[in-house]
């Protein structure tokens, strides 16, 4: 086993992500959609976006917060987001116009709006892929999902000496570590 | 001859920033570090671009048609994605250097030689 | 001319990308680096780029520090935070010196800091036509929002699925998936 100390709950770290987490996830929503007259834009605003969940992660440990979330969710943001760029882009080819044409649309203010969209196509991108990347880089090469349940419990009784039982989150992956160095 | 590159002093700290991070790509032997090198690197480049919109005077491109002074936002455009990809392909070298870790057992470069040369 | 806060910022990302280069502990040198994007950002602000700038704090300060903190947390043994330099490597430093001599000897070429159109060719006629026609072909007010989408959408296109290549390349290189 490694020096390292175990995930350990601190409940100020906890309370300020519960209070500041919703307004992180509101401004990233606002960038994006505020990015015509603005500075901002898809690409800004997904980051921020996803920035949340990394913060309940930190607070609430990275398995936890891996468990809550739904996989089917994310892989449906990153891909809905390709599919709905990709398809106003190609949508315009339909509809007789040009390879993201947007004026094409018989909607008043088609491009604006068709530009909103695309932003908004470019943030569940960003935000789906910047999560997957996070997930994939902190608890990626996991040990098989029968032997997971084994290490958190034992993660947990160690760490129960240390903060009383509730805290353990993320031990798994340096027991891999552990496993291979040995 | 002074004052050419004072008069440039942005496009100086871009040549230091590509010397900075292409000392640390050559001779650090982490491998975290060396991508940390990559993206100071990368950051030097932006520096480039964005210090080459800039126009006295001028105010970020948030217009109704063309009154005013503004910056060039064509660079702007390219560098922000460039950062959006930046991250992206870090974060593909951070799961290489975690695959090389997984591997040899470490993400120092002399010790993966090491056991490469061992086997 | 330069501006004293400008001054301070270029001072402040030059040491920290120096600091990052000479401190061994690679997590003392993620955290410096960390600081270094923060500067980065408001040097963007600075430099009127606050598109820009609102990315790097978003990805450089923020999401970028993290990945490099996951992934040493899962490849380095943490024994507390030492601050030690690395020795260093004279020859490496000399190319790298001679590197920077090279990138110098063409900044007198470029045209200086704030340099309107007239010295400066990167403003050509394709930003001033973005500048002047964006609102009225796409009523949007941020230029750079209008040639991101609407003029260069192709370009934005390709953007978008190398990001998701490169999120379905890390998924492959670790290759136990995380969906299960």
């Known amino acids: 086993m490694t020096s390292r100390r175990p995930y350990v709950e601190s409940p100020v770290i906890m309370s300020t992500v519960r209070l500041v987490a919703p307004f992180v996830l509101t401004f990233g929503i606002f960038v994006t959609l505020h990015g015509a007259s603005s500075p901002g834009g898809g690409f800004q605003g997904g980051v921020i976006v996803a920035s949340v969940i990394v913060m309940l992660s930190f607070a609430y440990g990275i398995d936890l917060t891996w468990e809550w979330l739904d996989k089917r969710v994310l892989v449906g943001i990153t891909a809905g987001g390709v599919a709905l760029f990709g398809g106003i882009a190609l949508g315009a080819v339909l509809l007789g116009g040009q390879f993201l044409e947007l004026a094409v649309y018989p909607v008043k203010d088609a491009v604006k709006y068709g530009i909103e969209l695309v932003e908004v196509g470019i943030a569940m991108i960003v935000t789906g892929v910047i999560v997957s990347l996070f997930f994939a880089l902190a608890r990626g090469a996991m040990p098989p999902a029968g032997e997971t349940d084994a290490d958190t419990e034992r993660g947990g009784n160690e760490a129960a000496a240390t903060d009383g039982g509730n805290g353990s989150a993320s031990p798994s992956a340096e027991s891999t570590d552990g496993g291979e160095n040995a | ?119 | 001319m330069i501006t004293w806060i400008e001054g301070g910022l270029l001072l402040f990302v030059v040491l920290t990308a120096l600091m990052t280069a000479m401190l061994r502990d690679v997590l003392a040198a993620i955290i410096v680096f960390g600081g270094y994007s923060l500067g980065m950002a408001i040097l963007w602000v600075v430099l009127q780029a606050p598109d820009v700038g609102l990315t790097e704090a978003a990805v450089g300060a923020g999401v970028m520090t993290v990945l490099f903190l996951v992934t040493i947390a899962r490849t380095t043994r943490m024994t507390g935070l030492e601050v030690t330099t690395v020795d260093v490597n004279w020859s490496a430093a000399v190319l790298c010196v001679v590197f920077v001599f090279a990138v110098l000897a063409t900044v007198p070429a470029l045209p200086a800091v704030g340099a309107g159109p007239e010295a400066n060719p990167a403003f050509g006629e394709v930003s001033s036509y973005y500048i002047e026609n964006a609102y009225d072909d796409t009523h949007v007010e941020n230029v750079v929002t209008a040639v991101l989408v609407a003029y260069r959408g192709f370009d934005t296109f390709g953007e978008a699925t190398v990001v998701f290549a490169a999120g379905v390349a890390v998924l492959t290189v670790l290759r136990r998936e995380v969906f299960e």
């Open chain 2, 1 to 119: 001859m002074i004052e050419d590159f004072l008069l440039r002093y942005n496009y100086v700290v871009f040549a230091l920033l590509l010397g900075i991070g292409l000392y640390i790509v050559i001779d650090d032997e982490n491998l975290v570090k060396k991508v940390i090198g990559l993206n100071i690197f990368q950051t030097g480049i932006f520096l480039f671009f964005i210090t080459v919109a800039v126009r006295d005077g001028g105010s970020p491109a948030v217009t109704h048609g063309g009154e005013g002074t503004f910056v060039n936002p064509l660079p702007h455009v390219l560098i922000l994605t460039a950062i959006v990809v930046g991250v992206s392909l870090t974060a593909l070298a951070l799961a290489l250097v975690v695959r090389i870790h997984e591997e040899y057992g470490s993400i120092r470069e002399d010790v993966v030689v090491e056991v490469l040369e061992r086997d």
